[in-house]
């Protein structure tokens, strides 16, 4: 068989024209796509692939690129980015106080007060003023009168706070400052446990300073603002006002003198100061009528042991922990001085047991107290340097 020369092909005139036709609507429809933009749908869900996978034609490169349809389908749909947004089970705030994690943190109040308020009108208008300090009182009726005397030294900028521990209270009644007081009324209790589940430091934090007193004391000689600007002159974040000389103490440290306005150490004893900077002779205050700062008090009240009531201890081995250095930090003011009269009804709440008195059976507990929070103490501080060493020597072996 030959082969076909190219002078022998004949292309008869209608193949001519289906050609033609076909080249000119490849050239036209060329020209028209070109002319128009990209456009992108946005589909149903319910038509979309269910591979969760969609091809995109990238406007730029023209490249075709694959993307998550839950992450593409989110941010093209506000409403469903918005209730996600919305959605309350997934707020978790660990710096939140423990328990409000679950809160956002706009809503959360980890501190209170003891301000009182009113049962109607705009809240935001309950408080004419709102009190700085503190001072409790831990009292019985028998003292009413000294009580009276004693809450009249202290001004608007104070909130009342009295502890009842022989369960009367109403005929406090009389006493028109008694009527914004805060009345605590549980029978046979001493300050110390009150203090442990009433005066929680996110109770009182409101306050700058905390006055912790016995019923007992003669104010005659004692200005309660006065006061305050001394302590606050001299930074003393735990102090008493001077006991009158003939107020009965065992120490000298708490006994007023009548030069100065405070004095942070004095002379003991032979024998009975070790180091002139460590209780009895420094960073020391009877318990009688301490006052604290708000930082002070936070630290204090987490050494107030639930079952030690009487509080034996804290001025000599426990409040010196709290604040640094201490005998610079502790002090007694002298320009405002108190009278211990003793004259504590509270010894009457004792149980008498097989004929003694009661008094004695609660100075029995007070000593046992003692020697109980100072093994405590001893044993704490025991169990943290010797978890320190451990530590230290546990991270030394890793290091080799």
């Given at each position: 068989m030959g082969c076909i020369r190219s002078s022998e092909m004949v292309i008869?005139?209608?193949?001519?024209?289906?050609?033609?036709?076909?080249?000119?609507?490849?050239?036209?429809?060329?020209?028209?796509?070109?002319?128009?933009?990209?456009?992108?749908?946005?589909?149903p869900s319910s038509i979309l692939p269910s591979n969760g996978v969609s091809v995109i034609e990238n406007e730029d490169s023209g490249h075709a690129t694959e993307i998550s349809l839950d992450h593409s389908w989110t941010s093209r749909s506000p409403q469903k980015r918005s209730h996600q947004v919305n959605?309350?089970?997934?707020?978790?705030?660990?710096?939140?106080?423990?328990?409000?994690?679950?809160?956002?943190?706009?809503?959360?109040?980890?501190?209170?007060?003891?301000?009182?308020?009113?049962?109607w009108g705009d809240p935001s208008q309950d408080l004419q003023i709102k009190p700085k300090y503190l001072v409790t009182f831990t009292v019985g009726y028998k003292q009413k009168t000294n009580i009276d005397a004693a809450v009249k030294k202290f001004s608007e900028n104070f909130t009342i706070l009295l502890f009842h521990y022989d369960g009367q209270t109403s005929g406090w009644d009389e006493f028109e400052w008694s009527k914004r007081a805060i009345h605590v009324s549980v029978q046979k209790q001493s300050k110390w446990w009150y203090a442990k589940?009433?005066?929680?430091?996110?109770?009182?934090?409101?306050?700058?300073?905390?006055?912790?007193?016995?019923?007992?004391?003669?104010?005659?000689?004692?200005?309660?603002?006065?006061?305050?600007k001394v302590i606050r002159k001299h930074k003393l974040e735990i102090s008493q006002p001077g006991l009158d000389q003939k107020s009965r103490t065992l120490w000298r440290m708490p006994r007023r003198r009548e030069e100065g306005e405070m004095h942070k150490e004095t002379t003991e004893r032979p024998g009975w100061c070790s180091d002139p900077h460590l209780p009895?002779?420094?960073?020391?205050?009877?318990?009688?009528?301490?006052?604290?700062?708000?930082?002070?008090?936070?630290?204090?009240?987490?050494?107030?042991?639930?079952?030690?009531?009487?509080?034996?201890?804290?001025?000599?081995i426990g409040l010196r922990r709290c604040v640094q250095p201490a005998h610079e930090r502790i002090g007694v003011v002298d320009s405002h001085w108190v009278v211990r009269q003793s004259t504590l009804s509270l010894a009457d709440q004792g149980?008498?047991?097989?004929?003694?008195?009661?008094?004695?059976?609660i100075l029995e507990r007070s000593q046992t107290e003692l020697v109980i929070f100072m093994h405590r103490m001893t044993n704490a501080d025991k169990a943290y340097f010797e978890a320190m060493v451990s530590t230290q020597a546990h991270n030394s072996t890793r290091n080799y």
């Open positions: 008869r005139p209608n193949e001519m024209r289906l050609i033609t036709v076909s080249l000119l609507g490849v050239l036209f429809g060329f020209l028209i796509g070109s002319s128009f933009p990209i456009v992108n749908f946005n589909l959605d309350t089970s997934q707020i978790y705030v660990p710096s939140n106080p423990r328990g409000a994690e679950l809160l956002a943190p706009g809503i959360v109040v980890p501190q209170s007060d003891l301000y009182l308020r009113r049962l589940r009433f005066m929680h430091p996110d109770i009182v934090a409101a306050y700058d300073y905390i006055f912790l007193w016995d019923e007992d004391l003669g104010l005659e000689h004692f200005d309660a603002e006065r006061y305050i009895p002779c420094a960073a020391f205050v009877d318990l009688t009528a301490p006052v604290f700062s708000r930082d002070a008090w936070r630290c204090v009240w987490y050494m107030i042991q639930n079952d030690l009531v009487h509080g034996w201890g804290l001025d000599f149980q008498a047991e097989n004929g003694t008195a009661g008094q004695k059976e």
